[in-house]
């Protein structure tokens, strides 16, 4: 299975735009096709990386707005820590034809 990954987001959880709005955001046939990783910054604790990994499951078994609810209170947690988001698509989603032959969305 060919599969595509692209960071969604990056950026301190102080700013006005939360790093998952971007997830919220998308369609339900983009949240199916889609897998998600949290990677967090070095310092992050044993109880932040427990809950990272549950959102992740969450949103990888498809449960994406409980997956969703969940990321406020990781923001809480890591204060102004660095969250990235890795979204890989299931199957890749291929682009308008363009000049040079086919091409798959990586972002």
Do not use: R
């Not at 096709?33 to 910054?41: F, H, R, Y």
């Not at 102004?80 to 698509?89: A, K, L, N």
């Not at 363009?98 to 972002?107: E, K, N, Q, R």
């Amino acid at each position: 299975m060919l599969t595509l990954m692209f960071l969604l987001v990056s950026g301190s959880l102080a700013s006005s735009q939360s790093v998952w709005t971007l997830l919220e955001e998308m369609s339900s046939q983009e949240k199916e096709n889609s897998m998600i990783e949290i990677l967090l910054g070095e310092g992050a604790t044993s109880q932040e990386i427990l809950l990272k990994e549950e959102i992740e499951n969450l949103w990888n078994e498809g449960e994406y707005a409980a997956s969703i609810c969940l990321f406020p209170i990781l923001g809480e947690m890591t204060g102004d820590g660095i969250m990235e988001i890795v979204v890989q698509w299931k199957e890749p989603i291929v682009t308008p034809q363009p000049d040079w032959g086919t091409d798959a969305l990586v972002s």
